[in-house]
């Protein structure tokens, strides 16, 4: 469910921004110190230049293509190779159910998970994309994420699971990572951890797994009341990033390798000044991008990772990062915590004898709260009669 999308080509970084019927584009060069040096920025337009919440987006792994799904159930794939010329749209295809979080596959192909629990493969090298579903849960997906090698595909549901399944033959389960006590919003693998994958979690907890083989490595529960949203891997597989359901704060956690597993450290967090939208990030940056809302307008801010610690980058960066290059974000309609978290059945009884009271009431029948009393007033009556 990332609204913010980075990749790094060479010495620049491209940090992709939802806007109101488009994706805007921005590139920056990084100087010799790290600083972020804005060059041009340019839009991708969707093919029927709809006003529609963006739910995901994401960059394949060399930075050239772009893709998008909307809550309208439409896929996007952009060409952004070279952003001084304008952005080609490869691929616009309608699915079935509304998308929650896709990721590229093999070779023009990407995998997308919808919110009925199903995973759909669209190949897009075709004139007419071809969709094809090749995986279900019985809950709604919440994330999906495809291993380095192309040859595992993950996803997390509002069921507490994470599944690990072949691809592209999804139905072929490998194993579960289960431990997590409530929804699993979000999964991440690691370019450099190639069989690391980390998962967020309602229940406030990040968890490490080798998800090949089905083990648990490490549990973090962060500090204070969260729900997990987004969580990415950056500084080179060396740090966590990690957000929450209307939450001000960012936490890092540092990833420590040891002789046979690994460990998760807290090297805490950083406020912002409102409740934060998406962030975004990349493996290979010591940086974030956080987008937060403040007096209803969407914010930009890049943060750095200094000595172990998340500092706010200079008010030059943060100035080509601005509210400018965000019009307008349409976030109605987007799946929020209270979708996530389910209703629990009071501990009494009260909630069957409403439902027992309401189909009686439908059928004309008496309640069982109503039988006493007149069971009670029949064998007043029928006493009466006796004694006359």
């Not at 109101?20 to 060069?29: D, E, G, M, T």
């Not at 960059?59 to 952005?87: I, M, N, Q, R």
Request: glycine share 6%; net charge neutral.
């Amino acid at each position: 469910m990332a609204l913010v999308a980075c990749a790094v080509v060479s010495n620049k970084v491209l940090v992709a921004l939802p806007g109101k019927h488009c994706v805007n584009i921005a590139s920056f060069r990084i100087t010799d110190v790290g600083i972020w040096q804005k060059e041009y920025n340019t839009r991708a337009d969707m093919s029927n230049g709809e006003t529609t919440a963006i739910c995901s987006m994401r960059f394949d792994e060399t930075g050239t293509l772009l893709c998008a799904c909307t809550k309208s159930k439409k896929v996007f794939v952009w060409k952004v190779a070279s952003l001084k010329d304008s952005v080609n749209l490869l691929c616009g295809c309608d699915i079935p159910r509304r998308p929650t979080s896709l990721d590229f596959s093999i070779d023009k192909n990407i995998v997308v998970a919808d919110k009925a629990g199903d995973v759909y493969q669209i190949d897009y090298s075709h004139k007419e994309p071809i969709v094809t579903r090749i995986a279900g849960h019985i809950s709604m997906i919440l994330d999906v994420e495809v291993s380095t090698d192309k040859m595992i595909v993950i996803t997390s549901d509002r069921d507490e699971k994470i599944r690990v399944s072949r691809y592209p033959n999804a139905y072929n389960i490998r194993g579960y990572l289960l431990g997590h006590s409530s929804f699993v919003s979000c999964i991440s693998t690691s370019s450099r951890f190639t069989t690391l994958v980390a998962s967020g979690s309602g229940d406030g907890t990040v968890r490490l797994w080798d998800f090949l083989s089905c083990k648990l490595l490490s549990t973090m529960k962060l500090t204070g009341e969260v729900l997990v949203k987004s969580i990415s891997w950056c500084g080179h597989g060396e740090f966590l990033v990690v957000c929450g359901f209307e939450y001000k704060f960012v936490h890092l956690l540092r990833v420590k390798p040891a002789s046979t597993t690994f460990h998760l450290e807290d090297c805490g967090q950083i406020a912002v000044d409102g409740p934060i939208t998406s962030i975004g990030t990349h493996e290979a940056l010591n940086n974030v991008v956080v987008i937060f809302q403040k007096d209803g307008i969407q914010i930009a801010l890049k943060l750095d990772i200094y000595d172990g610690k998340l500092v706010i980058a200079s008010d030059a960066e943060n100035k080509a990062l601005g509210a400018e290059d965000i019009p307008e974000i349409v976030l109605e309609g987007l799946l929020d915590s209270s979708d996530l978290i389910k209703r629990k059945q009071p501990a009494d009884d009260s909630y069957m004898r409403r439902k027992q009271e309401r189909l009686c009431e439908k059928k004309g029948q008496k309640t069982d709260a109503e039988l006493p009393a007149l069971k009670k007033r029949k064998e007043g009556c029928d006493g009466q009669n006796k004694k006359e």
